[in-house]
T-cell receptor, first 114, second 115 residues
Framework: AQSVTQLGSHVSVSEGALVLLRCNYSSSVPPYLFWYVQYPNQGLQLLLK??????LVKGINGFEAEFKKSETSFHLTKPSAHMSDAAEYFC????????????FGSGTRLQVQP | DTGVSQNPRHKITKRGQNVTFRCDPISEHNRLYWYRQTLGQGPEFLTYFQNEAQLEKSRLLSDRFSAERPKGSFSTLEIQRTEQGDSAMYLCASSPGQPMADGYTFGSGTRLTVV
């Protein structure tokens, strides 16, 4: 079984500041990790994913995340926040066997202050 | 291909009524997933199909819920005798045979409100 914990249900940053959204996972087998963004009344858009290989993953809109096995973490960062980054962000874990469905964290709402 | 399509976008129904949602996945994707998302929470897995076969149902899916995917194309999710606790966003996602490599594509969801 796997699970995801997102620390901080709300994060507020100033425009131009560093964005750091935290995600820790639990998995009994090698995990596959994802970050999704959700805008109000919309579905989920994939930001980036880690499957195998390089542990630093770059995604869309300037976001990146680093898989740290020893810390069971997959934190999402962006060097400089933009107003358009304001949204809900979800970390998710899956595995390569079985149903391969995503298990999501409870989400972090990012606010960007002007 | 325009992605995963879900209809309707919004549904308001009275308690006790039946509702049906539809999901049209990306045509070459053989896996289809249904999730439920309540306010302030992440999506929770409900069920999934590989082609037309429904391979797993979450215990969240009571006997009032049923899902189908005839001919491995579109899928429907029906809720019978709706309850207020069924109010949520219902999300559909599809993926090819190797979702780890190619990811999952989500639809925009159907928001159900039971009054």
């Amino acid at each position: 079984a796997q699970s995801v914990t997102q620390l901080g249900s709300h994060v507020s940053v100033s425009e131009g500041a560093l964005v750091l959204l935290r995600c820790n996972y639990s998995s009994s087998v090698p995990p596959y990790l994802f970050w999704y963004v959700q805008y109000p009344n919309q579905g989920l858009q994939l930001l980036l994913k880690y499957t195998t290989g390089a542990t630093l993953v770059k995604g869309i809109n300037g976001f990146e995340a680093e898989f740290k096995k020893s810390e069971t973490s997959f934190h999402l960062t962006k060097p400089s926040a933009h107003m358009s980054d304001a949204a809900e962000y979800f970390c998710a874990v899956s595995t390569a066997t079985g149903r391969r469905a995503l298990t999501f964290g409870s989400g972090t709402r990012l606010q960007v202050q002007p | 291909d325009t992605g995963v399509s879900q209809n309707p976008r919004h549904k308001i129904t009275k308690r006790g009524q039946n509702v049906t949602f539809r999901c049209d996945p990306i045509s070459e994707h053989n896996r289809l997933y249904w999730y439920r998302q309540t306010l302030g929470q992440g999506p929770e897995f409900l069920t999934y199909f590989q082609n037309e076969a429904q391979l797993e149902k979450s215990r969240l899916l009571s006997d009032r819920f049923s899902a189908e995917r005839p001919k491995g194309s579109f899928s429907t999710l029906e809720i019978q005798r709706t309850e207020q606790g069924d109010s949520a966003m219902y999300l559909c996602a599809s993926s090819p045979g190797q979702p780890m490599a190619d990811g999952y594509t989500f639809g925009s969801g159907t928001r159900l409100t039971v009054v």
